[in-house]
């Protein structure tokens, strides 16, 4: 215990860190603490940085679908004050399946407004969102 007390002393008071020693502490200060963990908390960690990628993955990977859906009929509202920009619908993907958001009225960003569109592949449709640009 009071070696780590030491080292964590000499990391922190250190004026210039890439000293060739204080490189050695640093690299014996990991070295401890490593050794404190047991291999099944690293393989705890292990595990749960797997999940937390593969979810972090599925969530950019995009949905597709076979049918692409057909668009709903609205009527556009009326424009609320001058300079306002229309925002097309947008499709969002909700309960496993698409589901269509209405458009909308909003001010302008000093840039312009990409509708989104649907992108056919071999493994079906997918929606590619609207951005501003």
């Known amino acids: 215990m009071p070696v780590r007390v030491e ?3 000499v990391i922190l008071t250190s004026k210039h860190f890439f000293k ?3 490189i050695i502490y640093v690299t014996t200060f990991i070295l401890i603490i490593l050794n404190d963990f047991t291999m099944k ?3 705890k960690f292990g595990l749960m940085l797997a999940l937390a990628g593969s979810l972090f ?3 950019c990977a995009g949905y597709y679908v ?3 859906p057909a668009e709903p009929v609205y009527q556009r509202p009326v424009r609320p004050y001058a300079d306002a920009v229309w ?3 947008e499709w969002a993907w909700n309960g496993g399946r698409y589901v269509y958001q209405r458009g909308y009225w909003t001010r ?3 840039q312009a407004w990409v509708r989104g569109y649907w992108e056919q592949s071999p493994r079906g449709y997918r929606w590619h969102k609207g951005h501003w640009r």
């Open 87 to 89: 925002v097309e619908g």
């Open 108 to 110: 302008a960003r000093g």
């Open 20 to 22: 060739p020693f204080d």
């Open 7 to 9: 080292l964590m002393q």
């Open 41 to 43: 908390t690293l393989s």
């Open 57 to 59: 993955m599925t969530s």
């Open 66 to 68: 076979y049918e692409r």
